[in-house]
């Protein structure tokens, strides 16, 4: 139950390693952003993509162009997971999954797309240019070419190369995501027991000037998943939900028990119906704990939610979790609160 509000009001931007080592705050607080416009997006790779986000909203932009351009910050990243540096399928292939919505309910989707490096800019295109929400696969992917978006050359990046080859040694089709607690999966190379090829997500949600509020999910999946394999990501209900009355949320980790609860959009109803950012987000949690009984100690979902007084809050079913914020008076890297300590 929430009881208590942190306003925060920095005066400057804290150190990031700073705050993030004081991860002290009571368990019934959450962050609230005084102001807007305000961006949060999931894992660390966020601090980069919400100062491409900021581009557009320190300037009184739009939040669906913000949300657009902050994720592309990710998805150009070679060294990340998400895009087309990212690690490949079963088969060696990297496929892209992204979807963004805005402020009317207007959205669009594209998954199990190849050889294209900006995936939410398609699903963008998707939204305002068909009558459809969501194009998959070869037909994506023709879509995205028509519309003039460059065929990328298909092959791995180094990083990815060298983990596709690693995984390809016992081939164990096991899939675990984003549980920093457990560096050892049993298909894990090295990178990936680092922790540092866990995150192959980014999501993104933000609140403009006018208060409007907008979102963007992109990833390349589960890492060595079956080809064909979509996740909650480009899901719009599951991996993103925005209702620009009430909220907007994302999600990450284990898309398949994301979807089955339609993740993002029952974030976004308990938050309808009072519950604060966090409340909803770990109330959603909750269910996934409840329909996976055992199995949940084994998978990693978390939720991350904007309301439209501008108040954040997150919850995972594993630690480490961590969401990056940026606002008028705050930029930082949260580390969220979880079920399983
Ligand atoms: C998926 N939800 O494809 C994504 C994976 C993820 O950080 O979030 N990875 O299921």
Same mark, same amino acid.
């Given at each position: 139950?929430?009881?208590?509000?942190?306003?925060?009001?920095?005066?400057?931007?804290?150190?990031?390693? %700073?705050?993030?080592?004081?991860?002290?705050?009571?368990?019934?607080?959450?962050?609230?952003?005084?102001?807007? *416009?305000? $961006?949060?997006?999931?894992?660390?790779?966020?601090? #980069?993509?919400?100062?491409?986000?900021?581009?557009?909203?320190?300037?009184? %932009?739009?939040?669906?162009?913000?949300?657009?351009? !902050?994720?592309? $910050?990710?998805?150009?990243?070679?060294?990340?997971?998400?895009?087309?540096?990212?690690?490949?399928?079963?088969? %060696?292939?990297?496929?892209?999954?992204?979807?963004?919505?805005?402020?009317?309910?207007?959205? %669009?989707?594209?998954?199990?797309?190849?050889?294209?490096?900006? =995936?939410?800019?398609?699903?963008?295109?998707?939204?305002?240019?068909? =009558?459809?929400?969501?194009? $998959?696969?070869?037909?994506?992917?023709?879509?995205?070419?028509?519309?003039?978006?460059?065929?990328?050359?298909? /092959?791995?990046?180094?990083?990815?190369?060298?983990?596709?080859?690693?995984?390809?040694?016992?081939?164990?089709?096991?899939?675990?995501?984003?549980?920093?607690? /457990?560096?050892?999966?049993?298909?894990? =190379?090295?990178?990936?027991?680092?922790?540092?090829?866990?995150?192959?997500?980014?999501?993104?949600?933000?609140?403009?000037?006018? !208060? #409007?509020?907008?979102?963007?999910?992109?990833?390349?999946?589960?890492?060595?998943?079956?080809?064909?394999?979509?996740?909650?990501? *480009?899901?719009?209900?599951?991996?993103?939900?925005?209702? #620009?009355?009430?909220?907007?949320?994302?999600?990450?980790?284990?898309?398949?028990?994301?979807?089955?609860?339609?993740?993002?959009?029952?974030?976004?109803?308990?938050?309808?119906?009072?519950?604060? =950012?966090?409340?909803?987000?770990?109330?959603?949690?909750?269910?996934?704990?409840?329909?996976?009984?055992?199995?949940?100690?084994?998978?990693?979902?978390?939720?991350?939610?904007?309301?439209?007084?501008?108040?954040?809050?997150?919850?995972?079913?594993?630690?480490?979790?961590?969401?990056?914020?940026?606002?008028?008076?705050?930029?930082?890297?949260?580390?969220? /609160?979880?079920?399983?300590?």
């Amino acid at each position: 139950m929430i009881n208590r509000r942190r306003f925060i009001t920095a005066s400057a931007f804290t150190s990031i390693a %700073g705050l993030f080592s004081k991860r002290s705050w009571a368990s019934e607080e959450y962050e609230t952003v005084k102001g807007k *416009p305000v $961006v949060i997006s999931t894992w660390d790779a966020g601090l #980069n993509a919400n100062k491409g986000a900021w581009e557009i909203l320190g300037k009184g %932009g739009r939040a669906l162009d913000a949300v657009e351009a !902050g994720v592309m $910050v990710t998805e150009s990243e070679q060294s990340c997971c998400v895009g087309l540096g990212a690690n490949p399928d079963r088969e %060696g292939f990297v496929t892209l999954d992204a979807c963004i919505m805005d402020e009317f309910a207007n959205c %669009g989707s594209v998954a199990f797309l190849e050889r294209i490096k900006h =995936p939410v800019s398609v699903a963008r295109r998707v939204m305002e240019k068909t =009558p459809h929400v969501m194009l $998959v696969g070869s037909g994506a992917q023709q879509f995205a070419v028509a519309e003039g978006f460059p065929l990328e050359e298909q /092959k791995l990046s180094a990083d990815a190369e060298k983990a596709y080859k690693e995984w390809l040694i016992k081939s164990e089709y096991k899939p675990v995501i984003n549980i920093e607690s /457990k560096k050892s999966t049993s298909f894990a =190379p090295a990178k990936l027991q680092s922790g540092e090829y866990n995150h192959d997500t980014i999501g993104m949600v933000a609140m403009d000037t006018n !208060g #409007n509020l907008s979102g963007s999910c992109t990833t390349s999946g589960m890492a060595f998943k079956m080809r064909g394999r979509v996740g909650d990501s *480009p899901i719009i209900g599951a991996g993103l939900f925005v209702d #620009n009355e009430v909220g907007a949320c994302t999600a990450t980790g284990q898309g398949e028990d994301v979807i089955r609860m339609s993740g993002s959009h029952t974030v976004v109803e308990l938050m309808r119906q009072g519950l604060s =950012p966090e409340a909803a987000c770990k109330k959603a949690v909750e269910r996934i704990i409840k329909i996976k009984k055992e199995k949940a100690k084994d998978i990693q979902v978390a939720f991350l939610a904007l309301n439209k007084k501008g108040e954040t809050g997150s919850f995972a079913i594993h630690k480490g979790f961590s969401y990056a914020i940026k606002s008028n008076t705050v930029e930082k890297l949260i580390a969220s /609160k979880s079920w399983f300590q």
